[in-house]
Structure formats: C-alpha cells, structure tokens
C-alpha cells in the first residue's frame, strides 16, 4: 500500500528558512510527476512547485526565486527549500507523487500535510 509522508514543517520567523521532505513508499514499481501544494483556510489548495521524473521544475510566481525543488528519485522522495519566508507563505503544505504500482497504471497520491507558519 503505497504511503505519501511530508515531514519539516513548524514555526519560522519571517525571512527565515525551512526545509520540507516527502517520502513516497510501499509497492512502488515508478514515480513520476512529484510536487507540493499549500491551503489556507477558507482557500483553494493552490500550486506551490513541481519536478518531473527528468527534473524538470516549475514554480507559482509567489515563490520563484525564492523556493526550491529538488528530488531523489531513488528514495522516491522530493524536497522543498523554503528561503526568504514570508507571513503569507504560511500554509498547510502537502506533497503529492505520480505513482505507478503496475506498469501501465498511474494513481495521484496525496500526503497529509504539515503546517507552516511564518511569523515573529
């Protein structure tokens, strides 16, 4: 049974820095497409960044320049530098992978998601 964990998440104060790493696991045959997602409250969980399995990335504007995405496609696993970090970056971040279990399948797993607050 294929799990997502998000983990790194916490307090940080403004301009500061965090690191959020992402493990997929469990019957794993590929992972392709991985990337993060953010919501606040009363908000549509909105696009944060993406890599492809050939790491290729793509950021929202909010971040760019400011975040980045990095993978280990042999742990099945993707990070998020968070640097420059504003109050509105405060979030829950979740993680999601492409994942194939058979070849020939592709499902969109979710992680739970771990909170981010920026603040003083």
């Known amino acids: 049974q294929v799990q997502v964990v998000e983990s790194g998440g916490g307090l940080v104060q403004p301009g500061g820095s965090l690191r959020l790493s992402c493990a997929a696991s469990?019957?794993?045959?590929?992972?392709?497409?991985m990337g993060w997602y953010r919501q606040v409250p009363g908000k549509q969980r909105e696009l944060v960044a993406t890599?492809?399995?050939?790491?290729?990335?793509n950021f929202a504007d909010p971040v760019k320049g400011r975040f980045a995405i990095s993978r280990d496609s042999a742990k099945n696993t993707v990070y998020l530098q968070m640097n420059s970090l504003k109050a509105e970056d405060t979030a829950v971040y979740f993680c999601?992978?492409?994942?194939?279990?058979?070849?020939?399948?592709?499902?969109?797993?979710w992680g739970q998601g771990t909170q981010v607050t920026v603040s003083s």
């Open positions: 469990g019957g794993i045959f590929s992972t392709y497409n």
């Open positions: 999601y992978a492409d994942i194939s279990v058979v070849a020939g399948t592709l499902v969109h797993y």
């Open positions: 890599i492809t399995s050939g790491g290729s990335t």
